[in-house]
């Protein structure tokens, strides 16, 4: 199946999608690739609010142009923000074993990786939210489901690969 389908369909079976995207033998490269296109698709989804922030900014003494935001930003997502999924995927690997789980430490990058990129299109609707109506009620909603769905597959898909059945 394509990537945009499982996406979707980890909404609907995440269990089963997840078991499918982890495959039978672990491979790096295959999650560094997951969270590197979750990655870009939360820089993607930055564009809108950033865009909004550089035209309200306009005219005022050190106001940053849109140009120097996407940069920062397109550093931060792409080159700061893997080492620290990296970590906090380990951070759940070690909670997940002290509580019993089986699973391994790329089962557990999977897990985060994939939730990351599951929720990535919440994410692009929360930054248009916050492009095109800014602060505000609809911006507190749509972050508050975005952080409640990731957090939510997130902990499903960590189960998922914890389990005693699926421990390598």
């Keep these: 199946m394509s990537v945009t389908t499982d996406i979707l369909q980890s909404w609907v079976h995440p269990r089963r999608i997840f078991r499918r995207r982890l495959g039978d ?27 909004r922030e550089a035209q309200l900014s306009a005219g005022q003494p050190d106001a ?6 996407l940069g920062i930003n397109l550093f931060a997502m792409m080159l700061m923000a893997p080492v620290i999924f990296y970590a906090l995927a380990g ?15 790329y089962s557990s990058r999977m897990a985060l990786f994939w939730a990351l990129l599951a929720v990535a299109p919440l994410m692009l609707l929360q930054g248009l939210v916050a492009g095109f109506v800014g602060p505000g ?32």
Aim: aromatic share 6%.
């Design 25 to 51: 033998a672990p491979r790096e490269d295959r999650a560094l690739a997951v969270l590197m296109a979750a990655c870009g698709l939360i820089f993607v989804a930055r564009w809108p609010a950033l865009a």
């Design 64 to 69: 940053p142009e849109l140009q120097a935001l």
């Design 91 to 105: 951070l759940g690997h070690l909670v997940a074993r002290a509580l019993g789980g089986k699973g391994s430490g």
């Design 137 to 168: 009620s609809a911006l507190t909603a749509t972050g508050a489901l975005v952080g409640l769905g990731f957090l939510g597959l997130w902990l499903i898909f960590l189960h998922e690969a914890h389990r005693k059945a699926q421990a390598t």
